[in-house]
């Protein structure tokens, strides 16, 4: 992660989240965010956010919601990624450095891997199939899965 992205990590069901989300989300502007990494489902079917503020520019530049179901043992199975979207127009150091997209994702493997999760699936539509198989995601009938063993 570039030293002037910080990404925000809320638990939903924790009520000090809650208030840090609707904080932060002052310095989100909506219109801003683009279709191309949006996933079928609403931030608000999710427990877990992630949310990529840019210091350069002082705003929210991504968002991330995901759940992670837990297998018959309490141990960690699958990452559902829910939705993610990037701004369009981030700062220029931002859009060199690196999609925003492929940070976000790249964090989520990782914090999926630390927790011992098994793989991570999203529902896509076929615009962003070269963006998730780019980033080691196989396609499952229409959904993609991404091994973490």
């Known amino acids: 992660m570039n ?19 609707k904080n932060i989300w002052k310095f989100c502007d909506e219109s801003k965010f683009s279709e191309e990494y949006r996933c079928q489902y609403s931030p608000k079917d999710a427990r877990f956010i992630y949310i990529l503020f840019d210091t350069l520019v002082n705003r929210v530049v991504g968002r991330m919601a995901f759940n992670i179901s837990i297998d018959k043992d309490g141990n960690p199975n699958n990452v559902m990624l829910i939705n993610i979207a990037t701004e369009n127009q981030s ?16 964090y989520l493997i990782d914090k999926s891997k630390d927790i011992g999760a098994k793989k991570i699936s999203l529902v896509s539509d076929f615009r962003s199939k070269g963006f998730y198989e780019k980033l080691g995601f196989v396609k499952k009938s229409y959904l993609y899965v991404y091994k973490l063993d």
């Open 91 to 106: 700062s220029e150091k931002s859009k060199n450095k690196r999609k925003l997209g492929t940070v976000m994702i790249k």
């Open 3 to 21: 030293d002037y992205l910080i990404m925000y990590e809320m638990d939903m069901l924790n009520p000090f989240n809650q208030i840090q989300i």
